[in-house]
C-alpha cells in the first residue's frame, strides 16, 4: 500500500501544499517526479538489501525511512524542502513492490507466482479506492500536513505488524549481494536475459500512462475543470475500482487462460482507454468524465498486464530475485519519472496532454508485446 498512500492520497492536497508553500502547482507536482526518482534508485538498492539481509530487515528498515520522512515532509518549510524528503520517501516506497515481489518469488512459481502478483496487486487496488477518498476528505477539512501525518501513522501500524508477525521466506541469504562488482555482473546479466528486458519495457510503456495521470489529473481535474478535493478523490477513486476489478478477474481467470492471453486483453484495453481519451480531448470536451472513463478502462488493462509481465520478468532468476526485481522497477520508474517531468514542464488548460501521454504510452505497450513478445512466445509454446 506504500504507493496509494504515499502519491495517490497526496494528488488532492496539492493545490492546498502550493497555496501553503507560496509555490505553483506543477513545483509541488515536481515533488511527484522526485518521488518517483527516489523510488528507481531504491530499487537498485533495496532487492539486493533483501537478498543479502533477508525480507523482513529489508522491509523493516524502509518502514523506518517512510515513517521518517513522512514526518519530515509534513514539518517542510518550503518547496525545496518538500522535494527533497519526498525523495527520500521515494525510495522507502520502492519497497513495497519489489520486497512484495520478491517474497512471492520466494514461495511461487509460473502461473502461481502470476496469480499471486495479481492478489498482490488487488491488495494494493483496495488501497488505491481508500487513499484518494481520505486524502479528498484531509485536504478539503485539515491542513495539509495532516496527508502526512497520517502517512505517519500508517507507517508506524504497518512496523509493529511486521516486526512481530512477519517470517522471513528467502531460504538463503546471499553474502555476495550488496558487493559493488557483484551487483553490476548480475545487473548486466538480468539485462542480457532474453526474457527480462521485453516484459520490463512492455509493463514500463503501460505504467507510463498512469504516470501522466498522476502527474496531470490534478491539475486538469482540480485546476482546469474546477472540481473540489473531495469530489477529486471521489473520480479518482473510481478509476482505482477499475483497477480493483481488472486485479480480482485476472487473479480468478489466469489459472484458465494463462498470462500471455491476459497480457494480450490487458494492452487492448490500455489501448482502447487511451484512443478514448485523446479523442475526448481533441474534440475539447471539457467534462471529468471524459477524463475518468477513459482511464478507468485504461487502469483495467494495466492491471492485467502489469502483474503478469513482472511474474514472467522474474521467472528466471529463482535465486537473484531481490535484484531482479530491483532492476525491473527501477527501470519501470525511471520511465515513469520521465514522463511526470515533461508533463511538469507543460501547461495544462485541458486534458490533450493528458490524453496524448495516455494513448502514446498504450501505443508503445501494444506494439512491444504483439511485436516482441507475443511471436516469440508461441513460437516457445509450440
Known sequence: MFGPIGIDMFLAGVPN?????????????????????????GQ???????????????????????????????????????IFWRFIQGIAISSGRILAASVARD????????????????????????????????????????????????GSIVFVLFAVFCKETIRELN????????????????????????????SSCVMAGFAAFLATSTTVLRGAFGVSAESYGVLFSVVAFFFLIATFVSGRIILKIGQHRLIAI???????????????AVME??????????????????????????????QPFPTTAGTAASLMGFITNLVAAGVVVLLSAMTHTDA???????????????????????????????
Open 285 to 314: 470536451i471539457r467534462e471529468p468524465l471524459a477524463v475518468i472513463l477513459p482511464m478507468a478502462v485504461y487502469v483495467m488493462g494495466l492491471g492485467m498486464v502489469f502483474p503478469q509481465t513482472n511474474a514472467l520478468a522474474l
Open 107 to 154: 514461495l511461487f512459481e509460473r502461473e502461481r507466482l502470476g496469480k499471486m502478483m495479481a492478489d498482490i496487486l488487488f491488495v494494493t487496488a483496495i488501497s488505491t479506492v481508500i487513499f484518494p477518498v481520505l486524502g479528498g476528505q484531509l485536504a478539503e477539512h485539515f491542513p495539509w500536513q495532516w496527508l502526512f501525518w497520517t502517512m505517519v501513522i500508517f
Open 17 to 41: 501544499i502550493a497555496e501553503a508553500l507560496n509555490t505553483t502547482n506543477n513545483r509541488v507536482i515536481a515533488s511527484i517526479s522526485t518521488l518517483m526518482l527516489g523510488n528507481a534508485f
Open 352 to 382: 490533450l496532454n493528458l490524453g496524448l501521454a495516455t494513448l502514446t504510452s498504450a501505443v508503445l505497450g501494444s506494439l512491444t508485446y504483439f511485436l516482441i513478445i507475443r511471436p516469440t512466445a508461441m513460437k516457445s509454446h509450440n
Open 266 to 280: 490487458g494492452v487492448l484495453f490500455a489501448l482502447l482507454g487511451g484512443v478514448v481519451m485523446a479523442l475526448l
Open 44 to 82: 537498485l538498492v533495496l532487492g539486493p538489501l533483501s537478498d543479502r539481509l533477508g525480507r523482513k530487515p529489508a522491509i523493516l528498515i524502509t518502514l523506518f525511512i517512510f515513517t521518517g520522512s513522512a514526518f519530515a515532509s509534513g514539518l517542510s518549510p518550503t518547496i525545496e524542502h518538500l
Open 175 to 202: 553474502p555476495r549481494a550488496l558487493r559493488p562488482s557483484y551487483l553490476l555482473i548480475t545487473w548486466l546479466e538480468t539485462l542480457r536475459h532474453p526474457v527480462f528486458l521485453k516484459y520490463v519495457m512492455c
